[in-house]
């Protein structure tokens, strides 16, 4: 062999050389673009997840001040309730219709026998 028959060889051998490396280049970059566009899906997701979490902690907060202004009403309702059973123990109206019922019915009776009196005379 000649140092050109060896020379060509190895011309043809560098040919192929940069092929394959633009090959394995364009894969990379073909695999680096897919990532970044899959990064920048992940990060817009994250981004609206983020904002997601944000919604729920307001709403969480609002809930929370909804809570707590319902449990103070609720707590004035008790004030008001025990004030006005007070009320009426002391104006003597804290009877239950039962009660009530019969105290009138004793009254219709004294009623009567006081008429019946005043027919009499």
């Known amino acids: 062999m000649t140092g050109q028959e060896n020379a ?32 920048e899906q992940l990060e817009e997701e994250k981004m609206k997840l983020g904002l997601d979490v944000d919604i729920y902690k307001l709403e969480a907060e609002k809930l929370k001040k909804g809570k707590s202004k319902t449990e103070k009403d609720l707590d004035g309702l008790k004030t008001n309730y025990k004030r ?30 006081w008429e019946k009196k005043f027919q009499d005379a």
Do not use: C, H, N
């Open 8 to 39: 060509l060889p190895l011309q043809e051998y560098l040919r192929v050389v940069p092929s394959e490396l633009e090959i394995v280049k364009r894969d990379f970059e073909k695999r680096s673009l897919e990532l970044g566009k899959k990064i």
């Open 84 to 113: 006005m059973r007070t009320s009426m123990r002391t104006a003597g109206l804290e009877k239950t219709s039962k009660q009530w019922r019969q105290e009138i019915k004793e009254e219709r009776a004294k009623a009567d026998q």
